[in-house]
């Protein structure tokens, strides 16, 4: 049980709680499973921290997605009207039904994991090629030259862009990972505007001589499955940087639980068909996702015997429901590659689960795997304590994997 503890009002957008947020969760998870938090704006919201509360919030209708509610309650707050970017407002995770149906039915087909495994044996290409840039060093960072670059140039090849832009990108990538409506020091708008610009000249370029790739296919689809040309761009924004804040972290992550528990690496590598069977219960450990996209309620909602009102912002926190011992009742806080079901929230539920899971996963397998078969004496540079979590209200990235072998 938690030990007995006071909490700040703005608990989880403490430091303290971003290195090592499990014991407070914990606490919250017993004591107050849906609470309220203060919000640096002056504003509040509402955190979910139980499995079972956060499963029926992620399927309830509302708790809203459309990113249009939310930046109206942002505007309400702020006494000034904020806009959602066009990239940022036409692509399936942040928009409900109707407007979400026919966006995923239109990208589902490049995401089946048919078409995920069939894409193996280019990202072990790809993950060799960055190994083989670290090889000759003595000590290197795994998130800077690995962890970071792999998702980025994965997604970046399936969309159909070359590879002399795949630096801009992952710089894009990393940039927006910061993405905040309030910000006014004008470094995002930058950076969105200049992926922006590239990629409606992709999309223009393709739209004239279309190649083997997810962007070509979206342009010249069907006439059921067809985007309009923003969609088609924020769908790109939306793979662009969630898809590779997501698997950038869970790379990260892994990697790092694994330098950590020796035994359960030697194992894997000693049985190598192991690796997918155990990826589940990895992602459930590691907890790339502190917490599933906000939501807005639509009207009062009862949850957790908790009754939220209208307009509120909920905060799904899944680092939380991933540990929560009424879901995992055998020693939650371990890495057990044997448990039977560890049936995580970490890619959502309902009908804003992960649509590129399956490729997320594949990614972070092989990615893990040839780093741990090439280099069988890998090791961590510094104390584990060391390792630093960068603070971001959806995933949880180190800010560094110091290694040496």
Sequence with gaps: MAATRTLSKYWMLTNEFTQNPYPVLEHVREERPVCEIALPDGGRAWVVT??????????DPRFSRDIHVHYQLMSRRSGRTLTPPPEEANHLANLEPPRHTPLRKAISFAFTPRRAEALRPRILEIADELLDRMAGRTRTDLIAGYADPLPVIVIAELMGVPADAWPDFLRWSQALRTFSPTDTSGVLDRNIQDLSAYMSSLIAAKEREPGEDLLSSLIHADAERRLTPTEILSTGFALMTGGNDTTASLVGGVIAALLTHPEERRRLLAEPGRWGAAMDELIRYVGPISNALQRVTTEPVEIGGVTIPADEVVIISVMSTNRDRGQFPDHPDELDLDRAKPAHLSFGFGIHYCSGAHLAKIITE????????????????VHPSELRYQQNVVVRPLEALPVTW
């Excluded at 139980?50 to 399927?59: G, M």
């Excluded at 092989?366 to 540079?381: K, T, Y």
Aim: aromatic share 12%; net charge positive; hydrophobic share 50%.
């Design 50 to 59: 139980r499995y079972d509360d956060a499963k029926a919030a992620l399927a």
């Design 366 to 381: 092989i990615g893990a795997r040839r780093l741990f078969e090439r280099f069988p004496g890998v090791r961590l540079a």
